[in-house]
């Protein structure tokens, strides 16, 4: 029988006691953030049919060609775990009737799956925060998506690494007239294209412009461009979005080439993104997609929503020392008993404590263990004070201070406690 240990699959990793605080912080302000705009939580599976992927992002895209986890099941379905979760957000709304003459603003938090090299921000098994709101046409829908991605940033003091940068896809007779162009222009250029581009002049010419090649992206410089084909209400729409960002005080970029890596968009799409994490510059990104929920079999729902990379924003907070040093803090009494016969009494009495003053986190240590060593790991544990039960006798000893211990009778315990803890 082998003996090689077992490791976690590359790119899925563990978060370790020490590493979930900081989880929990970033949770917390999106829990709270989404209770002030009032969105309302959806989950939803992480394994799910793997047509809803391909027709919702597209069979050309990087995604659905190289990076999902697919397999077929017993029954010889094909089955893929989620990549992203617009797909499931509006597959699970339709399929429970959310979406009939209705208005929804939903958000969802959890495990997103793509199978790509491993390196820093970027992870195999990865998490995503995301919001999508349905039957909404107006352009104040669009800027409240973005103004609430840039309130979260203040909330976690990250609004000034952060930019936010944005285009107007136009509709899909738009899009489809610039592809047109787009493929004309290529085509004269065919042989110096990399090869993914070779092939999606066919099969999706505007995944081109995604392309990680540098020559690539040199003959992109000279090509048409998409505002030149965006009709006028499309345009003065997107002009109006504009400026009620320009009223909010929300800074922005018009960037023309970008298009975003799934073919659902339509109308407005942006993206924030950072120069503090090198190569993996986007954070958050989303804007409109009409079209999405007609072509997964609901009705015409017009629809906008982004997803953010946790893992890419905790890279940030982290690196700039954004969480405050008390994050991960999780103990606030130590329970030292001493001698085995005082183990059932130190429990108990822990129970009392944590009874009459449920805020406080107290940790007792259970098990047999000299005064000086359970006090060194009371230190390690970063409580405030130590309870040390011995020979019928209960201690207080505040951790941060010198001095005799105060004895005191169980009443009296959590009469002093009350008032160190306020």
């Not at 992927?53 to 893929?80: C, P, Q």
């Not at 009392?352 to 986190?361: D, V």
Request: hydrophobic share 40%; proline share 3%; with cysteine.
């Amino acid at each position: 029988m082998s003996k090689v240990k077992i490791q976690a699959i590359r790119g899925m990793n563990d978060v370790l006691p020490s590493q979930t605080p900081h989880w929990q912080y970033l949770e917390q302000h999106i829990r709270q953030l989404m209770a002030a705009y009032a969105y309302q939580e959806i989950r939803f599976p992480v394994l799910e049919q793997t047509q809803l992927f391909k027709r919702s992002i597209g069979d050309a895209t990087d995604i659905v060609e190289k990076e999902m986890y697919t397999f077929e099941d017993r029954n010889g379905d094909s089955l893929s775990l989620r990549p992203e979760g617009t797909a499931s957000c509006v597959r699970a709304a339709e399929q429970h009737g959310l979406l009939y003459n209705q208005i929804q603003k939903l958000w969802y938090m959890g495990p997103m799956y793509r199978h790509e090299r491993p390196q820093k921000g970027r992870y195999r098994q990865f998490h995503q925060f995301g919001i999508e709101a349905f039957g909404m046409s107006a352009s104040t829908i669009e800027a409240e998506v973005i103004l609430l991605s840039a309130a979260l940033w203040q909330k976690l003091g990250l609004g000034q690494y952060l930019s936010l940068e944005i285009n107007n896809l136009g509709t899909s007779a738009n899009r489809s007239a610039y592809g047109e162009a787009l493929r004309s222009y290529l085509l004269k250029f065919k042989d110096k294209l990399d090869e993914d581009s070779q092939r999606r002049l066919d099969a999706n010419v505007l995944r081109v412009l995604d392309s990680k090649s540098a020559d690539t992206q040199l003959i992109l410089e000279k090509a048409p461009i998409l505002e030149d084909f965006i009709d006028a209400e499309s345009q003065a729409e997107f002009e109006q979005l504009l400026s009620i960002l320009s009223a909010a005080g929300i800074k922005y970029k018009r960037n023309s080439r970008l298009v975003r890596g799934l073919d659902y968009y339509n109308g407005m799409v942006f993206e924030w993104t950072t120069e503090e994490l090198g190569a993996q510059a986007t954070v958050c990104a989303g804007g409109r997609y009409d079209g999405l929920v007609k072509q997964l079999g609901g009705g015409d729902t017009p629809a906008v929503g982004f997803a953010m990379g946790m893992e890419r924003v905790l890279l940030m907070l982290e690196e700039l020392g954004k969480i405050p040093a008390a994050v991960g803090q999780n103990v606030d009494i130590f329970m030292a008993i001493i001698g085995g016969e005082n183990q059932p009494k130190g429990l108990f009495l822990a129970e009392e404590i944590r009874s009459a003053l449920p805020a406080l986190r107290v940790l007792t240590h259970c098990g047999a263990g000299k005064y000086n060593s359970q006090l060194k790991r009371a230190f390690a544990s970063g409580a405030t004070c130590v309870l040390v039960l011995e020979d019928e006798e209960i201690k207080l000893k505040m951790l941060d201070a010198d001095g005799q211990a105060d004895v005191l009778d169980s009443q009296g315990i959590i009469s002093k406690l009350k008032t160190i803890f306020k």
